[in-house]
Every structure is written in structure tokens, then in C-alpha cells.
């Protein structure tokens, strides 16, 4: 499987940026996309996660800031992000997780490579 995320980049404070992900090399449905980020100095962190029911997770840093949604397409997902802060600022990774039953309930993760986005006037 592979995570192909695009949509970073240079936005002032206060402006608005959308990343998606898009999954390829499975015809399983992806249980769980979502975005994880780290800033620089720090530990990767999660920002948000969607089940493949529409269930949505949220940090509380972004919380009412940042939106995720499932795509059109099957295991996509996008990011809308506003009101951004400097403190956003960080490598944004899209990460997926397929559950499945083989004798018990087994987890699979599959990470992207990282898009930047800098926040900063």
C-alpha cells in the first residue's frame, strides 16, 4: 500500500490550506486515514483520524480549526485547514491502518512520506 499525500506549503497566520491522501495498491478498504505531524525538536503527533464509518478524531489543537473528511474516491482523505497558526508549522504525514481477522484481530500501518507546511508571515 501506498500513501501519496500532496498539499503543503507557505500560508500566512490566518489562512487556509487542504492536504489530501490518496491510498493505492489495495482493493481493501482502509479502516482508519488520518494525519500525524512533527515540528522540528519535536515527537510526531496525531492531528486528526477518520474511520472508514466517517467517525472523526480530532486533537485538541485543532479542534474547530481543522476538518477531515473521506474523499470521493475510495481510501482518500482530505485535510481542510484554517485559521492556521505559526505553531502548525510542521511535516504533515498521512497514515493508514487496515484491521482484519486471521485467527484474531491484527492491525496493519502504513505511513506516507511527509508534506511541509509553514505558517509564518
Known amino acids: 500500500v501506498q500513501l501519496q499525500a500532496c498539499g503543503g506549503g507557505l500560508v500566512q497566520p490566518g489562512g487556509s490550506l487542504r492536504l489530501s491522501c490518496a491510498a493505492s495498491?489495495?482493493?481493501?478498504?482502509?479502516?482508519?486515514m488520518g494525519w500525524y505531524r512533527q515540528a522540528p525538536s519535536r515527537e510526531r503527533e496525531l492531528v486528526a483520524n477518520?474511520?472508514?464509518?466517517?467517525?472523526?478524531n480530532y486533537a485538541g489543537s485543532v479542534q474547530g480549526r481543522f476538518t477531515i473528511s473521506r474523499g470521493n474516491a475510495k481510501n482518500t482523505i482530505n485535510l481542510q485547514m484554517n485559521s492556521l497558526k505559526p505553531e502548525d508549522t510542521a511535516v504533515y504525514y498521512c497514515?493508514?491502518?487496515?484491521?482484519?481477522?486471521?485467527?484474531?484481530?491484527?492491525?496493519?500501518?502504513?505511513w506516507g512520506q511527509g508534506t511541509e507546511v509553514t505558517v509564518s508571515s
Open positions: 497514515k493508514a491502518r487496515r484491521i482484519y481477522y486471521s485467527g484474531g484481530y491484527h492491525e496493519t500501518d502504513y
Open positions: 495498491g489495495t482493493i481493501f478498504s482502509l479502516d482508519v
Open positions: 477518520i474511520t472508514s464509518g466517517g467517525i472523526a
